[in-house]
């Protein structure tokens, strides 16, 4: 996309733009792509399911954190899942890397996990949208954490696991001004083979604070406390 070719939006979006924000031709909204930057433009034509619109400049607005955070999180079961991908989208993490474990409630084959993994990248465009971020962070396709556990060198920066038995808080634990690969568990937590396992691939783990946390609840704690702490909050 760029500034003076017409583009049309279909669908889901044009119903937004004509329908929930009663937009008509001649008025002008920011339009992003997801890659960074806005483009301010303004709609030339409205049909029933269309939105044609003609881009008339472009800033290079950039709202994204310093600090580069890829979410492993274990897959939680409906709602739960969703409303982690929609948070952490809003916080500012980079890559939500969805993982099946041990405990897992949902268990997904090949076509079910590739569309979950569709769905969680609508959720979080639609969180960038509301947010008013212009990066869209990629979403996997839910995998095995073992076999993620396995190519730990593919794993950036410092590597953080949450336990409720850990001995140190994430709050209050030495944090390096580096990318972070954030672990959490689903509803049941980790197995203890699991927090052994990733340990052994370089994972550090760290608590809560005295509470049992909900999955969701948890992610979205430790991901403010640590874009509170060396990213942007």
Not at 97 to 116: H, I, N, Q, W
Not at 181 to 188: F, K, Q
């Amino acid at each position: 996309m760029k500034a003076g070719d017409e583009l049309s939006l279909e669908g889901d979006r044009a119903r937004y733009v004509s329908r929930a924000l009663r937009l008509r031709p001649g008025d002008r909204f920011i339009l992003f792509d997801g890659s960074g930057g806005e483009y301010r433009v303004a709609i030339t034509r409205i049909t029933k399911n269309r939105v044609d619109v003609l881009p008339e400049s472009f800033e290079q607005r950039s709202v994204e954190s310093a600090l580069a955070i890829r979410l492993l999180q274990g897959v939680a079961k409906g709602e739960r899942m969703d409303t982690v991908v929609q948070k952490a989208t809003e916080l500012g993490v980079a890559r939500i890397s969805p993982v099946l474990t041990e405990y897992s409630v949902t268990r997904l084959d090949e076509d079910k996990a590739l569309r979950r993994a569709s769905h969680w990248q609508r959720i979080a465009i639609s969180a960038c949208e509301q947010s008013g971020r212009n990066t869209v962070p990629q979403v996997d396709t839910p995998r095995a954490l073992a076999g993620v556990l396995q190519r730990p060198n593919r794993l950036p920066g410092q590597r953080l696991v949450l336990s409720p038995d850990a001995a140190t808080q994430i709050g209050s634990a030495a944090l390096a001004d580096t990318p972070v690969t954030l672990l959490v568990g689903p509803e049941g937590g980790l197995s203890p083979v699991e927090i052994e396992s990733s340990i052994n691939a370089g994972f550090v783990a760290l608590s809560m604070g005295p509470r049992i946390l909900r999955t969701e609840t948890a992610a979205i704690a430790a991901l403010a406390i640590l874009q509170a702490r060396i990213g942007d909050l």
